[in-house]
């Protein structure tokens, strides 16, 4: 190693960025130079040369020496935090809700402020007062997981809306007993054409997109007159087409017509003054989401003028802060308030959603889902572009799963200004997925430790990880659920450290468990599936999830006939169908071993009866399981040549199941009976 070239490493790791890396496989991987000096450049450090480097790492040292506090505190179960202080030092904590109190006794749960003096100086730092543990949901439960653009009824406007989700919580709670429904990302996604439909890859994840919104529940609709009401008829009456040609099969969901006829709508209805009490609830939003909620409305205002993509505004649009922003957001004054109203009327029928869950008797309610970013150009990386990477991209590294590694074409958090912004916007985002949840679940919740980064213009396996303060990250994510009386599941499927693993338990984070990842010995191994008692208790449990294969047409192995169709086979094709039928096989085995087969209601109620025998605390029904789908909702990397996130739920022919048709279903009833019971099941273990 070089004098130069062991600087820069010295500088990454001082940094949290790794200089190596261990596979899938176990082999280590030494990271490029060329990775190195730009993620440094990323976060704000120069290394392009061998000078640099020793500037950079000199000055890192001083300013690390000279700390009095890190970045931020976390103290947890009320106990005082440990902080190695200097001689003579004082310290003391300005309470959130006002007051102080001493760095040495027991603190209230919140966000605080601590103060360390020396003589010549006051160092400060946010200080989070978290519960040792968040409560994780008592006894089990189970319900579905939905995406709610798939969920149609014959009043949908053509996917599946807010007012469906509110039905479908409502029935399937009062009916069949279940506790929950976990939603995907209802996260606001860009303006105009959607190339890539992923509800992953939003424009904002502290919003939700009104294209959700039931159009005739906002009360003002009843109000409608005149052109106005001519507008909403008009439009209405296109959006009946549309979902009966979507119900009658043929017809994909298409998300930017339904979101065009529901914003020409929507316009008419914002027309409608409100009475003095909405008028008043108005305004208590927007005084709540204050700047974050300005900072949206402008760039949806911005957007529909300039266009989605606001790296190519003007100049002097780009930065949020800007006089140039100030002027266009009072010239467009009428269009921020409409967007502004949007949020709120989305955000009305969020609660109502579920309050109708909660009414209905489920324990949990709606799961939501915060994605793992956002798209490159969208309004949050416009708002909080000073916290976000430019230049890099999340991905993961080479693996089994897909040799060339993956770009999801996201920027990441830098972790120096997120914790120079107190977490703030971390803060934000949790907050806003918390509001109308039972629990949210993380996406790749591994990111919140250490997410791979690819530098702009190089392939994913030229990337490398990057470290997050995970005992802040953490201490952020479990202030918030406490405040809002939720649960948090953790999506940590994949490669995980078993830190990370530790350190989610020690908080009350539940973890992932899916059918087809269980084998003892780990995926990898593959020496049979985990025996039910083996796998975890404190975890959402299901067989399949929306990346993968629906349960019947991974019995029937069509799976894999449609990924050859598809031209997505590295291997032949007979090779794969053998390994996908010996799959199956050592599972309907292990169902034998149980006593599950021969099951009266088919193979599909067998494996949902196997996960009712592993602890796990809550279990999770693909709700096109329930209907006998067998088509996927979305195979990773196939936007071009699979309708991904486009198909609605339908029975084993492809035909469309509207929500009102699902109690009549025989599969649906069939499962409901497994789970019957089960809150009994968990209360007495």
């Known amino acids: 190693m070089t004098g130069t070239t062991g600087l820069l490493r010295q500088l990454a790791r001082a940094h949290g960025i790794s200089t190596a890396y261990t596979t899938d496989r176990g082999h280590r991987v030494e990271v490029s130079p060329g990775t190195?000096?730009?993620v440094l450049a990323a976060c704000g450090v120069d290394a392009a040369t061998g000078a640099a480097a020793r500037d950079a790492l000199a000055a890192h040292r001083e300013r690390?020496?000279?700390?009095?506090?890190?970045?931020?505190?976390v103290a947890r179960g009320g106990t005082a935090p440990r902080l190695a202080l200097p001689t003579g030092a004082t310290a003391q904590v300005e309470l959130e809700e006002g007051g102080t109190a001493p760095l040495s006794g027991p603190l209230p749960a919140g966000r605080h402020t601590v103060h360390v003096t020396v003589p010549g100086r006051t160092e400060s730092a946010p200080l989070f007062a978290v519960p040792q543990r968040l409560p994780v949901p008592d006894g089990r439960h189970w319900g579905f997981l939905v995406q709610l653009y798939s969920v149609l009824s014959r009043r949908s406007w053509g996917m599946g809306d807010l007012s469906d989700l509110a039905e479908l919580a409502s029935w399937s709670g009062r009916a069949l007993g279940a506790d929950f429904v976990q939603l995907g990302p209802l996260h606001a996604v860009e303006p105009g054409p959607l190339p890539d439909p992923?509800?992953?890859r939003p424009s904002s994840r502290r919003y939700p997109d009104p294209m959700h919104v039931r159009v005739e529940a906002i009360p003002e609709y009843a109000r409608l007159a005149g052109e106005a009401r001519r507008t909403a008829d008009r439009c209405a009456a296109r959006a009946r087409a549309l979902n009966e040609g979507v119900l009658r099969g043929g017809v994909l969901i298409d998300r930017e017509t339904v979101r065009a006829l529901k914003h020409e709508a929507l316009r008419a209805v914002h027309q409608v003054p409100l009475p003095p009490s909405r008028a008043a609830a108005f305004a208590e939003f927007t005084a709540r989401e204050g700047q974050d909620?300005?900072?949206?409305?402008?760039?949806?205002?911005?957007a529909g003028v300039h266009g989605g993509a606001w790296h190519s505004w003007p100049a002097g649009l780009r930065d949020p802060r800007s006089p140039e922003v100030a002027r266009a957001r009072e010239e467009l004054a009428a269009e921020v308030a409409f967007h502004r109203w949007l949020a709120w009327v989305t955000d009305e029928q969020l609660a109502a959603a579920q309050a109708a869950a909660t009414d209905a008797g489920m324990r949990i309610g709606l799961i939501h889902d915060l994605a793992v970013g956002v798209a490159p150009q969208g309004a949050d990386t416009w708002a909080l572009r000073d916290c976000l990477a430019a230049g890099m991209s999340v991905g993961a590294p080479p693996d089994d799963f897909n040799p060339h590694g993956q770009d999801w074409g996201q920027p990441p958090w830098r972790p120096d200004a997120l914790a120079a912004s107190g977490y703030r916007p971390l803060a934000g985002l949790l907050r806003a997925g918390l509001r109308h949840a039972g629990a949210l679940r993380i996406d790749h919740v591994m990111g919140l430790f250490r997410l791979w980064w690819v530098p702009e213009g190089r392939p994913p396996s030229e990337g490398t990880y990057v470290r997050y303060d995970g005992e802040a990250m953490l201490g952020v994510l479990t202030l918030e659920a406490h405040r809002a009386g939720a649960a948090v599941i953790g999506e940590d499927l994949g490669t995980v450290e078993p830190a990370v693993r530790t350190s989610l338990d020690e908080c009350g984070v539940l973890g992932t468990?899916?059918?087809?990842?269980?084998y003892l010995g780990g995926s990898e191994g593959r020496l049979g599936p985990l025996p039910p008692e083996q796998w975890r208790r404190d975890c959402l449990a299901t067989l399949t999830t929306h990346d993968l294969p629906a349960t019947a047409a991974w019995l029937s192995?069509?799976?894999?006939?449609?990924?050859a169709r598809l031209g997505l086979l590295t291997r032949p094709e007979e090779e794969e169908k053998a390994e996908a039928?010996?799959?199956?096989?050592?599972?309907?085995?292990?169902?034998?071993?149980?006593?599950?087969?021969?099951?009266?209601?088919?193979?599909?109620v067998a494996l949902h009866r196997f996960l009712c025998r592993t602890p796990a605390r809550l279990l999770g029904v693909w709700l096109p399981d329930a209907t006998g789908d067998r088509r996927p909702q979305n195979i990773p990397g196939t936007s071009t040549v699979h309708p991904n996130w486009r198909l609605p739920v339908s029975d084993g022919r492809g035909r469309p199941v509207p929500l009102e048709d699902l109690p009549g279903r025989p599969l649906v009833a069939a499962l409901a009976r497994v789970f019957e019971g089960l809150r009994r099941q968990g209360e007495n273990t």
């Not at 909620?293 to 911005?302: G, M, N, Q």
């Not at 468990?513 to 269980?518: G, T």
């Open 557 to 563: 192995g069509e799976h894999v006939e449609l990924r």
């Open 64 to 73: 690390t020496a000279a700390r009095l506090l890190p970045d931020c505190v």
């Open 198 to 200: 992923s509800p992953y």
């Open 293 to 302: 909620l300005t900072d949206f409305a402008t760039w949806c205002a911005l």
């Open 581 to 604: 039928a010996a799959e199956r096989d050592g599972w309907l085995a292990e169902l034998e071993r149980l006593g599950l087969l021969p099951d009266p209601d088919g193979d599909v």
């Open 513 to 518: 468990s899916v059918q087809r990842f269980e």
């Open 36 to 38: 190195l000096v730009a």
